[in-house]
T-cell receptor, first 113, second 110 residues
């Protein structure tokens, strides 16, 4: 069974631009979560989607948004990029029940200049 | 929210040595996972262990949920074991996110 895939793997953007990242979960998984990893803040939860509905949201500004499609694929968007948005963005998928094991993709490394 | 503390923050070993990594959490959990982050950043699942003991080759893990801690044991360490090990928990209810500890950076020297 194929794992979680994320595209693109690397991205360089300029401050003020916007970016869209994509995540395809493991087949049969209906929950997709997004995390941001930075050296200073560690791994922080952004949001989680299940059956196209956002169930949880982390403590991030409204510039960070996401959505999930009917095939469970998910996208996250960051508008008006700031230098501090440079990070590794990780996507995880699970079956969706509370406490389900989560499986992570390889991540998208975003650099904002 | 739930707090997760990992210790030690850094660990340096000689190849062949054994090690124990600890994860303390502040509330009851319905999910606890151990991950190894590879050099490219991907989190590799090691154990899903909200309670009990599991073993996988040279690695084993134990979670004592009533005392709110988990231990990851690495025996006969190899240089390829180097990297950051994360513990992450989920506290259940309507909360579906994982809360991560800050990780343990393991360096295994030849």
């Amino acid at each position: 069974k194929a794992g979680v895939t994320q595209t693109p793997r690397y991205l360089i953007k300029t401050r003020g631009q916007q970016v869209t990242l994509s995540c395809s979960p493991i087949s049969g998984h209906r929950s997709v979560s997004w995390y941001q990893q930075t050296p200073g803040q560690g791994l922080q939860f952004l949001f989680e989607y299940f059956s196209e509905t956002q169930r949880n949201k982390g403590n991030f500004p409204g510039r960070f948004s996401g959505r999930q499609f009917s095939n469970s694929r998910s996208e996250m968007n960051v508008s008006t990029l700031e230098l501090g948005d440079s990070a590794l963005y990780l996507c995880a998928s699970s079956l969706g029940a509370a406490g389900s094991e989560q499986y992570f993709g390889p991540g998208t490394r975003l650099t904002v200049t | 929210g739930i707090q997760v503390e990992q210790s030690p923050p850094d660990l340096i070993l000689q190849e062949g040595a054994n090690s124990t990594l600890r994860c303390n959490f502040s509330d009851s959990v319905n999910n606890l996972q151990w991950f190894h982050q590879n050099p490219w950043g991907q989190l590799i699942n090691l154990f899903y262990i909200p309670s009990g003991t599991k073993q996988n080759g040279r690695l084993s893990a134990t979670t004592v949920a009533t005392e709110r801690y988990s231990l990851l044991y690495i025996s006969s360490s190899q240089t390829t074991d180097s990297g950051v090990y994360f513990c992450a928990v989920n506290s259940g209810g309507s909360n579906y996110k994982l809360t991560f500890g800050k990780g343990t950076l393991l360096t295994v020297n030849p």
